[in-house]
C-alpha cells in the first residue's frame, strides 16, 4: 500500500506518485523504441502478440499439506473446479534433502507442504493425475533435480515420456542465500547442479521450464518492487552465465527459463514493474548475451498474491486484496497466476478458501473486460511513467550488483539482504506509524474479531512417513541402492552431468534424504558468513 506524505505519495519502491500525470512525463519519449507490439522485442507490452485475446493465462494453485495421499485430494478437487496447472509445495525436510524420520525433521513433517521421501511417495501424489495433459510447477530448490526426476519417474511408469511432461521446477537457489535459507550446498556445486538440470532437460525433458527464477520470495522478505525485480534479472543473469560456462549455447537453453514474482495490493506499480522487467531482460539477452531467438528475450513469468500482506485480523478482507493482486497481475502480463486463500495468515487453507481463491481467477478471466485487450495501461501517462521510474531504479541496482563481480559476489558480501532488510526495517516503521495504512491492523479494527476455524495437520503423519520408510527399505534391494549412490558421489567427484547416476539411484528406491547426504560428503554444505 502507498505511503501518504503531506501532499506526495510514495509508491512501495519509495518513488513519489504524481497528484496529475500529463503529456509532459513523456516528454522525449520515444513509444516504438521504449513500449514496441505485443510479442515483439522489447517485449514490454507483453510475451505474445494476442495474449490473453486468445486463451486466458494458467490458473495453478499452489498446494501441499500432510501425506502425498492428502495432498492427492486436494490436486483432484483443484482439477475438478477448473485449475488448469498444479503447483506443489514440499515440507520443509523434503526442501532441505532430509527424511522424515531423521531427528532434524521432528515436528516438521507435512506442516508447509507435502512431505516426499521416495518416488513411492510421488507416485500416490500424483495418482490419477494426467501427466501428459497437467502442468505441474514444483517450488523446491536445493533438492530441485532429485524432484523432478522422481516426476519424471512417475510419468515412465504410466506410459507418459519426458517430452511429454510439462512444468517448471524453481531450482532458483541464489535467492535461497539471500532471502529465504533453504540452501544445501555452496554456490559453486550448486550452480554447477543447475547447469547439470539445463543440460539434462534439453535432451530428457525438452518442455519442462528449467528453473523459476524467483523475486517472489525476496518481496516476502521485504523487497521493494524494484528490488525485487533487480536481483531477480541479477540471479538470471549469474545463471546465464553458468550455462555459458559450462559450454552450452544461449538458444538452447534460454527459451526454457522462467521467472517469479509477486503481485501486491499498489496495482499500478506492480503493473509498471512487471513492464519493466520484461522491458530490461529482453535487451540483457540480445545486447549483453547475443540470443537470437525470440524466445530466449522473452521474460515469461509466474505471479502469486502477496502472502505477506494478508491479516489474521479480518481474514475475510484478504479476499479483496487477493482480488486486487490479482487484477495487478493480469494488468502486468503475467503468464501464470496462484491466488492465495483468505485464509493463509491463520492456517493451512481449507477447501472453501481454495475454491475461492480459484474462483477470483476465474472472475477476473470470464466475467472482467481485462481479457478482451492486449496491455490496456499502453500509453497511460501514470503507468509508463512509472515503468520507466521502476526501470531506471532496478538497472541502478544491478549496476551495484554488477560492479560487486555479479550475484554470487554480492551475496557473499550481504549486499542484496542487506538492502532488502533495510527497506523492511522502512515498511515496518511507516506501518507501526500509521502512514501506511492495513485495513484491519493500524485503521478500521475491530473490538473483537469472529471465530475462525483452521484447517489443521494430522500431528500423526510423521509416524505415517516415518513406517511409510522402514517398508520402502524393508522392501528395496540394499545391494543396488548402495552401488548406485556410489555412482552418483563418483559423478559428484568428477565434472560428468549427476542427473543421469541420481536418477537411478532413485529409481532403486533410494530416498531423497539419500541422495542429498551423498551429494553433502562430495560438495559439503554452505555456511553463511558473519557478513552474510
Not at 492427492?72 to 534433502?97: C, E, K, W
Not at 531506471?392 to 558480501?413: K, N, P
Not at 522402514?470 to 548406485?484: I, P, S
Request: glycine share 8%.
Amino acid at each position: 500500500m502507498a505511503r501518504e506524505s503531506g501532499s506526495v505519495r510514495h509508491n512501495e519502491s519509495g518513488l513519489p506518485i504524481e497528484p496529475v500525470y500529463g503529456p509532459q512525463a513523456l516528454a522525449g519519449w520515444d513509444p516504438e523504441h521504449r513500449l514496441g507490439t505485443p510479442g515483439q522485442y522489447p517485449f514490454t507490452r507483453g510475451v505474445y502478440p494476442s495474449m490473453y485475446t486468445g486463451r486466458p493465462w494458467t490458473m495453478r494453485q499452489y498446494a501441499g499439506f500432510g501425506t502425498a495421499r492428502e495432498s492427492n485430494a486436494r490436486y483432484r478437487q483443484l482439477i475438478a473446479h477448473g485449475t488448469t496447472g498444479l503447483s506443489v509445495a514440499f515440507d520443509l525436510p523434503t526442501q532441505m534433502g532430509h527424511n522424515s524420520d531423521t531427528p532434524i525433521a521432528a515436528g516438521e513433517v507435512g506442516k508447509v507442504g507435502v512431505a516426499i521421501d521416495s518416488v513411492e511417495d510421488m507416485r500416490v501424489l500424483f495418482g490419477g493425475i494426467p501427466l501428459d495433459r497437467v502442468s505441474t510447477s514444483m517450488t523446491i530448490n536445493a533438492p530441485a533435480a532429485l524432484l523432478l526426476l522422481l516426476y519424471q519417474l512417475v510419468g515412465e511408469e504410466e506410459g507418459v515420456a519426458g517430452d511429454q511432461l510439462t512444468g517448471t521446477i524453481q531450482n532458483d537457489i541464489l535467492k535461497e542465500y539471500i532471502a529465504r535459507g533453504t540452501y544445501i550446498f555452496p554456490p559453486k556445486p550448486s550452480l554447477r547442479l543447475i547447469a547439470d538440470i539445463f543440460k539434462y532437460c534439453r535432451a530428457e525433458i525438452p518442455k519442462w521450464n528449467t528453473i523459476s527464477i524467483s523475486g517472489y520470495h525476496m518481496a516476502e522478505a521485504g523487497a521493494s518492487p524494484a528490488q525485487e525485480i533487480a536481483f531477480t534479472l541479477a540471479n538470471g543473469v549469474e545463471y546465464v552465465r553458468t550455462a555459458l560456462s559450462a559450454g552450452m549455447d544461449i538458444d538452447d537453453f534460454a527459451p526454457r527459463l522462467s521467472f517469479f514474482f509477486v503481485s501486491r495490493t499498489t496495482l499500478l506499480e506492480e503493473v509498471a514493474k512487471f513492464r519493466a522487467a520484461r522491458r530490461i531482460w529482453s535487451r540483457l539477452m540480445r545486447e549483453e548475451f547475443g540470443a537470437k531467438n525470440p524466445k530466449s528475450q522473452m521474460l515469461r513469468f509466474h505471479t502469486q498474491t502477496a502472502g505477506v500482506q494478508l491479516t489474521a485480523q479480518q481474514p475475510e478482507v484478504n479476499l479483496v486484496r487477493v482480488a486486487v493482486q490479482g487484477l495487478a497481475a493480469v494488468l502486468g502480463g503475467t503468464q501464470s497466476l496462484h491466488t492465495n486463500s483468505f485464509d493463509e495468515a491463520i492456517a493451512l487453507p481449507t477447501d472453501k478458501a481454495a475454491r475461492l481463491a480459484l474462483r477470483t481467477q476465474q472472475v477476473l478471466a470470464y466475467e472482467t473486460d481485462v481479457t478482451a485487450t492486449v496491455d490496456p495501461f499502453a500509453g497511460s501517462y501514470a503507468i509508463e511513467s512509472m515503468t520507466d521510474e521502476v526501470e531506471a531504479a532496478a538497472l541502478e541496482l544491478m549496476t551495484r550488483v554488477e560492479d560487486m563481480g555479479g550475484a554470487v559476489a554480492a551475496i557473499e558480501r550481504g549486499f542484496q539482504k542487506g538492502e532488502i532488510e533495510r527497506n523492511a526495517y522502512r515498511i515496518a516503521q511507516e506501518t507501526d506509524a500509521g502512514e501506511r495504512v492495513v485495513v484491519g491492523v493500524n485503521r478500521f479494527q475491530l473490538d473483537e474479531e469472529e471465530p475462525y476455524e483452521p484447517l489443521r495437520v494430522d500431528p500423526a503423519i510423521e509416524a505415517q512417513q516415518v513406517e511409510r520408510l522402514a517398508v520402502l527399505r524393508h522392501r528395496r534391494n540394499e545391494k543396488t541402492v548402495t552401488a548406485e549412490l556410489d555412482a552418483l558421489r563418483k559423478a559428484a567427484e568428477g565434472s560428468g552431468n549427476v542427473l543421469h547416476p541420481m536418477k537411478e539411484a532413485l529409481r532403486a528406491r533410494a530416498t531423497v534424504g539419500e541422495v542429498c547426504d551423498a551429494l553433502r560428503e562430495v560438495w559439503g554444505t554452505y555456511v553463511p558468513t558473519d557478513a552474510f
